[in-house]
């Protein structure tokens, strides 16, 4: 939030995803009390079909994405003899595939236009994996080499 808010004062509309209406409606009026130009959108990130669908609707009612901040992940601390392959998937899917998903069908539009940034939020993970966070620590390791 706070980097968004940084871009916004610099002059940038602030386009905001969630997939709760509730965390996506507190986020939007945070960014409005602070004075800036701020939309939101409720789509899961992980879903392709439902981020392409979005990303046509942002640049059509927002305007072109010029600024991608890939900052959605979940982690599931459990030990790595402990963890189901479902959870390890789960967390792989969210950290890892969905800013695949989404910066996939953004830099097309950035290359059309000739410019742009994807910024991905990584984590000391990507660096240092712990037995207790093993599918966090592949994913942001993944992640960092996107």
């Known amino acids: 939030m706070a ?3 940084g ?3 610099a002059g940038a ?3 905001v995803n969630d997939l709760s209406q509730e965390a996506l409606d507190k986020a939007v009026a945070e960014y409005k009390s602070c004075g800036l130009e701020a939309y939101g959108y409720l789509f ?3 879903d392709e079909q439902a981020v392409i669908a ?3 609707k942002i640049e059509a009612e927002v305007g072109p994405i010029d600024i991608l901040i890939n900052n959605a992940g979940i982690i599931k601390r459990t030990p790595i003899v402990d963890m189901s392959v ?3 998937t789960a967390v792989i899917t969210v950290d890892l595939i969905s800013p695949f998903i989404v910066s996939k069908n953004v830099v097309k ?3 059309q236009r000739g410019g742009g940034k994807i910024i991905n939020i990584c984590s ?3 660096e240092l994996g712990r037995d207790s966070v093993s599918a966090y620590a592949a994913a942001k390791g993944g992640l960092k080499m996107l």
């Open 54 to 56: 979005n990303i046509t």
């Open 44 to 46: 899961n990130v992980c």
């Open 86 to 88: 479902e959870d390890f």
């Open 109 to 111: 539009g950035m290359i």
């Open 3 to 5: 980097m968004a808010k």
């Open 13 to 15: 509309k602030i386009v």
């Open 124 to 126: 000391m993970m990507s």
């Open 7 to 9: 871009l916004g004062q």
